[in-house]
C-alpha cells in the first residue's frame, strides 16, 4: 500500500455459491489486496484468502434489503482506493450480470480511480451447470436469455409474460 499514489479498484465475481468457482485471476488478487469490498452473494471462505492486514467492508445487497445505497458503495470504493490501496470489489457471480459493477466502473472511472474488472461465473450458467442442464444443446435450444426479476422503472422493466415479452422484444429488437 502507498498512501501517496492512487491506488486501483478490481471488479472481481466471485461465482456463484463455492468458494472454488472463482477464477485463478480473482483468487490472486484477493490474495494480494489491501482492502475487500464484498457483498451477500460470496462464499465466507473467500475472505479468509484475503491478507490479515486486508480491511475487510461488508457492502452487501439484495432485493429489498441493502446495507448502503448504490452511491454510498462507489464512494466507499473510491474513498479506499484514494488510500493507495489495492481494493478487490467481489461480487457474487459476475459483476456486470446485474451485479451494478457498470455503474461501479463508471463511478471509478469519473473519479479518476484506476479500475479493472474480472468476469466470475453468472448463477444463470453455473446453477445450471452444477445440476447437469446445459443452457443451450443443439437441436433443442439455440440461445440463452438472461432476464432480471427486478423492476426499476415500470417503462425500462421487463414484462411479466412470455407474450408480453415477445412484443416487448420486438418493439426494443427493430
Not at 484468502?49 to 452487501?60: D, F, I, K
Not at 429489498?64 to 466507499?76: K, L, T, Y
Not at 467481489?90 to 450480470?97: C, F, S, T
Request: aromatic residues 6%.
Amino acid at each position: 500500500m502507498n498512501r501517496d499514489a492512487l491506488g486501483e479498484v478490481w471488479l472481481v465475481g466471485a461465482g456463484c455459491g463455492a468458494a472454488d468457482l472463482i477464477t485463478v485471476r480473482g483468487l490472486a488478487l484477493i490474495r494480494r489486496c489491501d482492502a475487500i469490498v464484498y457483498d451477500d452473494l460470496i462464499d465466507d471462505a473467500l475472505l479468509d484468502e484475503a491478507p490479515a492486514h486486508a480491511e475487510r467492508v461488508y457492502m452487501g445487497k439484495r432485493s429489498g434489503h441493502h446495507s448502503a445505497p448504490q452511491e454510498d458503495i462507489c464512494a466507499e470504493l473510491i474513498r479506499q482506493a484514494r488510500l493507495g490501496r489495492m481494493v478487490v470489489r467481489l461480487k457474487g457471480g459476475d459483476p456486470y450480470l446485474f451485479g451494478r459493477g457498470g455503474e461501479e466502473m463508471l463511478a471509478l472511472r469519473a473519479a479518476g480511480v484506476p479500475c479493472r474488472e474480472v468476469p466470475g461465473i453468472p448463477s444463470a450458467i453455473g446453477i445450471a451447470a452444477e445440476a447437469g442442464i446445459p443452457v443451450t444443446h443443439r437441436g433443442a435450444s439455440r440461445s440463452l436469455h438472461i432476464l432480471t426479476g427486478t423492476r426499476r422503472t415500470r417503462r425500462t422493466a421487463c414484462p411479466r409474460t412470455w407474450r408480453a415479452f415477445r412484443s416487448w422484444r420486438e418493439r426494443w429488437s427493430s
